[in-house]
């Protein structure tokens, strides 16, 4: 079973740029997808984007589009979710999670679907 740790958030200003990582262990990396979440403090989790087994694909919500990058090196287990041009709206914990599927996950795909949660890093950003 593959488990699934976050690293890299903090604070940081309005404009600038973090990239967070999606660090797995326990079994086959790369037999997974791997979505990104965002919960903002009282609000719903939001699904950010999502990356292929591969690597060769990836998807991404229109509010990050454009800003975000999501990449994965299979050799080294991890996921890296990208992120630019910061804003304060982005502030929140960010989660990943693993799925086995031979596509990319959508925002429609449920939660429970997902073989793996990490424990979430927190990203705030100052105006």
């Known amino acids: 079973q593959v488990r699934l740790v976050e690293s890299g958030g903090g604070l940081v200003q309005a404009g600038t740029s973090l990239r967070l990582s999606c660090a797995a262990s326990?079994?086959?990396?790369?037999?997974?997808?791997v979505s990104w979440f965002r919960q903002a403090p009282g609000k719903e989790r939001l699904f950010v984007g999502a990356?292929?087994?591969?690597?060769?694909?990836?998807y991404y919500e229109r509010f990050v589009e454009g800003r975000v990058t999501i990449s994965r090196n299979n050799a080294k287990k991890t996921v890296y979710l990208q992120m630019n041009n910061l804003k304060p709206e982005d502030t929140g914990v960010y989660f990943c999670?693993?799925?086995?599927?031979?596509?990319?996950?959508?925002?429609?795909?449920?939660?429970?679907?997902?073989?793996?949660w990490g424990q979430g890093t927190q990203v705030t950003v100052s105006s």
């Open positions: 326990g079994t086959t990396f790369s037999d997974y997808a």
């Open positions: 999670a693993a799925v086995i599927t031979p596509g990319v996950p959508g925002p429609a795909r449920p939660a429970s679907d997902y073989t793996a």
């Open positions: 990356i292929g087994w591969s690597g060769n694909k990836t």
